[in-house]
């Protein structure tokens, strides 16, 4: 076990920030934490690397205590902060150097890394260019390359992709499971569901500083009714045709908006097959006809009442 | 020493505009200092010659004696002997000394009578006190001529007369047997060094200021294996290095302009003054650091403060010329103890207790204000780091 983090209370005067909040990250492991902008997620984090002071919990990592003068641990932490957190003054170069410095004495081996951080990200022809010059992504990745020259043991990753172009991201998802792949432990902290989806191997959903549900991507589906989403485009569909199919077995849900007709089915094979015999039956005209089985956000919804992006 | 490294590169990204300033302040320094040496040298006394109007009822040796001795002093203008004349010739200024020697003057001077030149003046003309000195000294050594030699002539008279009064007497100013050195220049030069070198101090102590009080930055170098006491020695040992090689600077570029009036013991007055400004400068840079929260603003603050300070404290405007509450007020700033250390040094001919004793002092006042503003800033910017 890289990281346990055990009954972790953080408030801030009235407001509870986290809420008893508990979870393990094993070695080897892409761990997400997924929640909406003001969860707690960050919090945690900060609490995570003894950054705030906590009322209630243990942090243990590495098997240890985790503490502000914990320097042997946070010798094998790499962080990558929600805000780029690098100098204006020093180029890409000198930026990496400086934070891989703080970590790394030996000046050859150094070299070496900040070599290795600078290919890794993609940014080479780079080198020399003073942070205001670069681009939103170029910029993301040259934090994640401060956080993770010194090749640490565990990296912990803050929503790394906020505000970044397809490409950067697509990039830096990737970029992460190959530090994962090289025997990094990930903490992931995200708001989009499709990138803790992506490459997380186990997901906490968190909400108003609770864990409201743990476990891989499919066991997190697994723990809701949805099975499947069916999506029918039709100009016309009567009260009268959505009562009835409403009746459908499996169906649980039935909404007609926007030209859109939204079934949600619980689990069982052949939905899809059964509302296009209804679609048939009912001579419904429909242009598009697809199914979706369920996400991370309707996890989240069906256990909170909510969207995850609300 | 990783963050002493990153201070310097910081400092080094804004070595551009530092120099800038460095050069610009320097430039002036030196303009302005030399200027003043020229003024200085320039009030040095000349003779200078006034307008009279030398008017005689009689033409006799003594007269002309009398005359060619104002010859030295005046230049004569020939007025024609009319009173509107004369009264319009004051009045416009085409003389302010009108000279008349009556009929029978140097007869009745030569028989040891009581005589009187008439003279009409310009009311207050500080100018003319100087040919009534010559017109006195004339006369008086005259006197004593007549009285102590019988029979004398008004030619012989005026020939002991002007072998008298050709005499000089050579004045050698010594000072301890010390050759004086020039320390105008030395003291403007230091003087000005108050508002360059505290402008510089500001400008790279709050960069450097800002860039430590970056909560993002804070927080990312918080989570590295650094002690946040390894990083806050190293990142005011670069604020020492860099006020130390400011001042270094400063006071060696003074040196390779002044050498030859830098060579005594005032000098190492000024030096070790400044060294001590330097270090309130330290703290004054380190207090503006710690309140400016954005770039542009630093060189507003700068300029504010630097140009206040250095007007309000004799820097610009010799404090002589200074009205009284000014100084008042301006005794509350260690720029003002600055300059008026200087200009004690500058002044300084012997280096007994008594005449040292207020340079100190000053000296000591300018510490106290260096631990004052360190104080405050370190109470200021822990404030700011828990906000």
New interface residues.
């Given amino acids: 076990m890289i990281v346990r983090v055990k009954n972790l209370v953080k408030r801030y005067g009235e407001l509870l920030a986290l809420d008893h909040l508990s979870f393990t990250v094993n070695d080897g492991e892409v761990f997400g934490l997924l929640g909406p902008n003001g969860s707690g997620k960050t919090t945690a984090i900060n609490c995570i690397l003894s950054l705030l002071e906590y009322d209630k919990g243990e942090v243990e990592i590495f098997g240890r205590p985790m503490r502000p003068d914990a320097y042997d641990i946070k010798r094998e932490i790499g962080i990558v902060m929600q805000n780029v957190a690098v100098y204006n003054e020093l180029t890409v170069y000198e930026n990496i150097d400086y934070f891989c410095g703080l970590y790394v004495e030996d000046k050859k081996l150094r070299k070496r890394l900040v070599e290795e951080a600078i290919n890794f990200v993609g940014l080479k022809d780079f080198k020399g260019y003073y942070p205001k010059k670069l681009s939103g992504g170029l910029l993301r990745r040259l934090n994640i390359a401060c956080g993770i020259a010194h090749k640490p043991k565990l990296i912990i990753l803050d929503e790394p992709t906020v505000a970044v172009d397809p490409q950067s991201r697509y990039k830096i998802l990737e970029g992460i499971l190959e530090l994962n792949r090289l025997g990094a432990t990930v903490i992931y902290t995200s708001h989009y569901m499709e990138e803790v989806e992506q490459i997380c191997s186990r997901i906490m959903i968190i909400d108003k500083g609770r864990a409201i549900a743990t476990g891989t991507k499919d066991e997190l589906k697994a723990m809701i009714t949805l099975g499947e989403k069916i999506t029918v485009e039709s100009q016309h569909i009567t009260p009268g045709q959505l009562n009835r199919l409403r009746a459908l077995p499996h169906v649980m849900e039935a909404e007609y908006k926007n030209k859109q007709l939204v079934i949600k089915s619980g689990k069982g094979a052949n939905n899809l097959e059964a509302v296009l015999d209804f679609i048939k039956k009912e001579k419904i005209q429909y242009g598009k006809i697809y199914s979706e089985l369920p996400t991370l956000n309707d996890v989240f919804l069906e256990i909170t009442g909510k969207q995850l992006r609300d | 020493m990783?963050v002493f490294?990153?201070c310097l590169?910081?400092l080094k990204?804004?070595i551009p505009s530092l120099l800038i300033y460095v050069v610009i302040f320097l430039a002036i320094s030196l303009i302005m200092a030399l200027a003043h040496t020229n003024e200085q040298e320039d009030a040095l006394f000349s003779p200078s010659k006034s307008n009279i109007a030398f008017l005689s009822a009689e033409e006799t040796p003594l007269v002309r004696g009398l005359k060619e001795e104002l010859g030295k002093v005046a230049n004569f203008v020939e007025l024609p002997d009319d009173a509107e004349a004369l009264q319009d010739a004051l009045f416009f200024r085409e003389v302010s000394y009108i000279l008349r020697v009556p009929e029978g003057f140097s007869e009745r001077f030569m028989n040891g009578e009581q005589v009187q030149l008439e003279k009409t003046i310009v009311p207050d003309s500080f100018s003319n006190a100087y040919l009534d000195l010559k017109i006195d000294q004339y006369l008086n050594s005259a006197r004593l001529y007549v009285e102590q030699i019988e029979d004398l002539s008004q030619e012989s008279l005026v020939q002991y007369l002007k072998s008298d009064l050709s005499a000089d007497t050579p004045v050698e100013l010594k000072t301890n047997g010390v050759k004086a050195a020039d320390h105008v220049y030395t003291n403007y030069y230091f003087n000005y060094l108050a508002y360059s070198m505290l402008a510089v101090l500001i400008l790279g102590t709050s960069?450097l200021m800002l860039?430590y009080h970056?909560q993002?930055?804070q927080?990312?170098?918080?989570?590295?294996?650094?002690?946040p006491g390894s990083f806050n020695r190293q990142f005011f040992l670069a604020i020492l290095v860099f006020t130390g090689l400011t001042w270094f600077l400063m006071v060696i570029f003074c040196f390779l302009f002044n050498f030859k009036n830098l060579v005594n013991i005032n000098a190492v007055f000024f030096v070790a003054n400044s060294f001590v400004f330097a270090v309130c400068a330290a703290g004054i840079s380190f207090l503006v650091g710690n309140m400016v929260k954005s770039e542009s603003s630093i060189p507003a603050v700068c300029n504010v403060l630097t140009l206040g300070l250095a007007f309000i404290s004799g820097v610009f405007v010799p404090a002589e010329l200074l009205g009284s509450s000014v100084l008042k007020v301006a005794s509350f700033t260690p720029t003002y103890w600055y300059v008026a250390a200087n200009n004690r040094i500058a002044a300084l001919a012997s280096f007994n207790y008594a005449s040292l004793q207020p340079v100190f002092s000053a000296m000591l006042i300018q510490a106290g204000f260096a631990l004052a503003f360190i104080a405050i800033a370190l109470v200021l910017g822990k404030k700011r780091r828990l906000e």
């Fill in positions: 990783q490294k990153l590169r910081v990204k804004n960069a860039v970056d993002d930055l927080r990312r170098n918080a989570c590295s294996p650094l002690s």
